[in-house]
């Protein structure tokens, strides 16, 4: 293993600003985890993306429920939070919970509860934006012009530090107009992330309702141990699923994988148009296009600077 690797990848366009910024941790020997957690906090603080912490987009009954986890590669420690509310960075308050032996995966208002006694920053996580997005949905519903599903990315992130430890973690508000209390396979361990420092990590973005019939990250993981590289391990745990899904199951939502191993190699699958971001020792942070290639591959492309331009208009346009 050479001991100077180090490396971060994570899901969609929306991480990009947090993959430089733990990059810089990385190259300055930071650690795995406090990489990951400041990376994951940079999108969770960004009203713009509705999706993920502050802005995220609410339940049918107008409030914002996140879902968050946090693992440490090197002792397998998790910490996960579901439903909690009220709380700007989840990833935080699931990175406190995997320090516990017992009682590290709360929910609901147990979940709450525990941010507002161990000192987390409180916030109204419901933006004008967003409810003004909400209160165009229940209208549109009422006309029944369209199904309430629409909106759902997690940003999941695994990290490596130089010294060889491994994390990884993810945060989402989940499905835009969920049913409260819904809860998806981004705090699921080994559906929604999972890491290894012996060997790598893997984080999943999509519907979680289908994701987690897979349990993806662990199966990418458990390949990469087998001795596939991260791309290997992504393309065959990804694409014979979402078949074998689809002919079992008959139908197969949104999956979109990442996987690092412990030498900074990263690997994607995907099923839609997914974008990513990674930085790694020999990698300046950039971002990247993937879909579904011929025979079960992916297609991994640069994204242009008119993609980029749209899709900052895109999330910034008013709420009409």
Not at 285 to 290: D, G, Q, R, S
């Amino acid at each position: 293993m050479n001991e100077t690797a180090w490396g971060v990848i994570a899901t969609w366009r929306m991480a990009h600003d947090g993959v430089k910024k733990a990059s810089q941790l990385l190259q300055a020997n930071g650690t795995a985890g406090d990489a990951v957690e400041a990376l994951i906090k940079t999108v969770e603080a960004y009203p713009y993306y509705k999706s993920v912490g502050y802005g995220g987009l609410p339940n049918e009954n107008g409030e914002v429920e996140m879902d968050a986890a946090f693992m440490d590669g090197d002792t397998l420690a998790q910490g996960a939070v579901a439903g909690i509310h009220e709380v700007l960075h989840a990833v935080s308050v699931a990175r406190a919970l995997s320090h516990d032996h017992y009682n590290s995966f709360l929910v609901g208002q147990g979940a709450t509860q525990y941010a507002q006694l161990n000192g987390f920053e409180m916030r109204n996580m419901l933006t004008d934006r967003a409810k003004k997005r909400w209160e165009k949905r229940r209208a549109e519903l009422a006309d029944a012009k369209i199904k309430p599903y629409d909106g759902h990315d997690t940003v999941g992130a695994i990290t490596l530090a130089p010294t060889g430890s491994m994390a990884a973690a993810t945060s989402t508000s989940g499905l835009f107009m969920k049913r409260p209390g819904r809860v998806g396979d981004s705090p699921l361990s080994g559906s929604g992330f999972y890491v290894d420092s012996d060997i790598g990590g893997a984080a999943a973005t999509g519907l979680g309702e289908d994701i987690m019939k897979g349990c993806l990250s662990y199966e990418i993981v458990r390949r990469m141990g087998e001795g596939r590289t991260p791309q290997e391990a992504c393309d065959e745990a990804v694409y014979p699923f979402i078949e074998k899904l689809k002919r079992r199951y008959g139908k197969a939502g949104e999956f979109s994988l990442i996987a690092l191993d412990r030498a900074g190699n990263w690997g994607v699958a995907t099923n839609v148009e997914f974008t990513f971001s990674v930085a790694t020792a020999s990698q300046k942070p950039v971002i990247l296009m993937a879909n579904p290639g011929p025979n079960q591959t992916t297609t991994i492309t640069p994204v242009t600077q008119a993609w980029l331009d749209a899709y900052e208009k895109r999330i910034k346009a008013p709420i009409k």
